[in-house]
């Protein structure tokens, strides 16, 4: 058995209560997880406030002068939904007005918009995963707590904890991707 560490201890010193607690509810398959942006900053994903400056200054956006008449203290989530109305109107203007509203021009300005984000979420990542999650300083040991917890809620654009799973998977594990990923409320 592992000696506990003085910062193990005075965790179990101070919170002992709660560590029962959640310790029963890992045993009864009631434990869930919630991962707020933090735990991406580690693997070179910029903040959501940096994604959106970002974002405006991207030739294919051109949604600086977005930004400048959006309020300041606007929630980041209006702000990026500014600039992707933006982009969608600038992609109007280069289609023929027949194509306008059309599903067909709407989800290729969607998927084009997701390819966008994508191109910038990333770009400060590093291309090997596995380095990535050998460097973070506390994702892999929250590894083998998300397989077996019965949620795992995470608050980022990126997927770098449905990354670090797949590789994990085991023949004895369903056919399915063993986790789902939800993008909308």
């Known amino acids: 058995m592992l000696e506990p560490d003085d910062g193990h201890k ?4 101070c919170y002992s209560r709660a560590v029962v607690h959640m310790r029963k509810q890992v045993s009864a398959n009631r434990f869930g997880l919630v991962f707020g942006a933090g735990i991406s900053k580690a693997f070179g994903i910029p903040t959501w406030a940096a994604l959106v ?25 209006y702000q990026t939904e500014m600039l992707f109305e933006h982009y969608k109107q600038r992609r109007y203007g280069q289609a ?26 990333y770009a400060g990542v590093k291309a090997d995963l596995g380095q990535s999650l050998d460097a973070h300083p506390y994702m892999k040991q929250y590894i083998p707590l998300i397989q077996r917890s019965h949620m795992t809620v995470t608050y980022n654009f990126d997927d770098f904890i449905e990354q670090s799973l797949l590789p994990l998977r085991t023949d004895a594990e369903p056919t399915s991707r063993g986790f789902e990923s939800v993008t909308n409320p």
């Open 10 to 13: 005075s965790v179990l010193e």
């Open 53 to 77: 400056q970002t974002l405006a200054k991207d030739p294919d956006v051109q949604g600086e002068s977005v930004l400048k008449v959006v309020l300041p203290h606007a929630a980041l989530p």
């Open 96 to 121: 023929p007005a027949d194509q306008h509203h059309t599903r067909k021009l709407d989800f290729q300005i969607g998927a084009d918009w997701r390819e966008i984000v994508r191109k910038h979420l």
